[in-house]
C-alpha cells in the first residue's frame, strides 16, 4: 500500500506564500496520478490541482494563476506552491495518488492544515 506524508502547512498572511509537499513511500509516478485536494470547515473537500502521470496538469478556477502543481520523480514527491493566498484559502489540503492501471486504487494522505489569516 502506497503511503503518502503531506508537509508544508502552516499559518501565513494574506498575500503570503506556502510551498506544500507530499512523499511518495515508492515510486509511483509513472502510474499514478496526483492530486492536491482540500477541506475548510463545513464544507465538502475539493480538487485544487491535479497532475496526470504524463504531466498534464488542471486547477480549480479559484486558484488558477496563483497555484502550481509540480512532481520530482527522482524524489516521489509531488509539490503544491500557492502563491497571494486569501483567507479563503484555509482548508486541511490533502494529497492523492491515483493509480491509473489495473488494479485500480487510490491513496490520501494524512493531511496539512494551511490557515490564511492577518
Known amino acids: 500500500q502506497v503511503q503518502l506524508v503531506e508537509s508544508g502547512g502552516g499559518l501565513v498572511q494574506p498575500g503570503g506564500s506556502l510551498r506544500l509537499s507530499c512523499a511518495a513511500s515508492e515510486s509511483i509516478f509513472k502510474i499514478y496520478a496526483m492530486g492536491w485536494y482540500r477541506q475548510a470547515p463545513g464544507k465538502q473537500r475539493e480538487l485544487v490541482a491535479a497532475?496526470?502521470?504524463?504531466?498534464?496538469?488542471n486547477y480549480a478556477d479559484s486558484v488558477k494563476g496563483r497555484f502550481t502543481i509540480s512532481r520530482d520523480n527522482a524524489k516521489n514527491t509531488v509539490y503544491l506552491q500557492m502563491n497571494s493566498l486569501k483567507p479563503e484559502d484555509t482548508a486541511v489540503y490533502y494529497c492523492?495518488?491515483?493509480?491509473?492501471?489495473?488494479?485500480?486504487?487510490?491513496?490520501w494522505g494524512q493531511g496539512t492544515q494551511v490557515t490564511v489569516s492577518s
Open positions: 492523492k495518488a491515483t493509480k491509473t492501471i489495473v488494479p485500480y486504487a487510490a491513496y
Open positions: 497532475s496526470t502521470s504524463g504531466g498534464t496538469t
